[in-house]
């Protein structure tokens, strides 16, 4: 067929795909299980939109055309910033949590056994007391 001729072709040019975050991707997925259309999902006063969503929509109004490009063509996940937990400024004061679920103080290598970065998501949900004393990966690596 010719759209196929097109494509081979280069005439037509691939869509880039948009960059949302999680909590925004979460919602595109929701509403079109639902079955609800674009419109239904933008409706910011519509009563099941969560508080982080609408909050995100409030933050730049370029955001409603973001959302709409990844509802029509698409998107990829944001990837969300990755923490350590540095709760005393030592070498050995990161927390680090193994594969059991149980949590001690050591150094900030991530390994197959210990996990040493979290989501903000993930801090909070240990302890909102730890998100106080979270500092970013890239801040860290870029220490040594």
């Not at 998501?121 to 860290?140: S, T």
């Amino acid at each position: 067929p010719a759209i196929d001729y097109l494509f081979k072709q280069n005439q037509v040019s691939k869509v880039e795909l948009v960059e949302v975050p999680k909590l925004v991707a979460d919602w595109i997925e929701k509403k079109k299980e639902n079955g609800d259309d674009l419109l239904v999902a933008l409706d910011k006063n519509w009563q099941g939109m969560e508080d982080s969503v609408r909050d995100w929509f409030d933050g730049e109004k370029e955001r409603y055309e973001l959302f709409a490009r990844a509802w029509l063509d698409g998107y990829e996940v944001e990837k969300e910033p990755l923490y350590y937990v540095q709760l005393i400024t030592i070498f050995l004061g990161y927390l680090n949590e193994r594969n059991d679920g149980r949590r001690s103080l050591s150094d900030s290598v991530q390994n197959d056994i210990f996990k040493t970065q979290f989501t903000e998501a993930e801090i909070k949900e240990m302890d909102e007391r730890y998100w106080q004393f979270a500092v970013l990966v890239e801040e860290v690596e870029g220490e040594a």
